[in-house]
Every structure is written in structure tokens, then in C-alpha cells.
């Protein structure tokens, strides 16, 4: 994840400054200004197309992370299984 920041932290730095700006209009209720100025970040500032795009990767990386933890999983309780198994059956 913070490989990817990095490689877009041009982006990440410019997308920081618009929420600051949009966070200090909510913070003052203006939440119809805060919502014009984010759609017009989205549209002035391409550099958020990529940081979404990197949003997207680190939570791919996640997804995969996780599935393959849910794999190692299932193989180390099957082979639990089959070596409870032997050893069971080698038992007087």
C-alpha cells in the first residue's frame, strides 16, 4: 500500500489540499459547496483518477491476501485431518 502511495504521491498530495478545502466547507455546514467543489476537483484534478485507481490496486492486493489466507487455511485443516487420521489408525 504504501508503495503505490508513493508512486502516485503527486496525486496523493493535491487530493490531500481539496479535502482539506472541501473538509473545512463541511466543517462549516456548507455541504451543497462541499459537494460542488468535490465535483469539481474530480473534474479539474486528473491526479484523482489516478489516486482512485490506486485505491482500487490496494484493495485488490487485500482481496488477494485474504483469499489466500482463506486457502492456507482449508490446507492446513485438511492435512490436519488426513494426519489425525494416520496416526488414529496406527493406534493400538
Known sequence: ????????????REAGRQLVKIGAELAAGKIDDALA???TA????????KLDQAAADIEGVIRDRE???A???ILAEIVGTVLGSVLRSRLP
Not at 503505490?4 to 496523493?12: D, F, G, H, K, T
Not at 474530480?42 to 483518477?49: G, K, L, S, V
Open 71 to 73: 486457502v492456507q487455511h
Open 67 to 69: 483469499g489466500m489466507l
Open 37 to 39: 467543489r468535490l465535483d
Open 42 to 49: 474530480r473534474q479539474a484534478y486528473p491526479e484523482w483518477e
Open 1 to 12: 500500500m504504501k508503495e503505490i502511495l508513493e508512486r502516485n504521491s503527486e496525486a496523493v
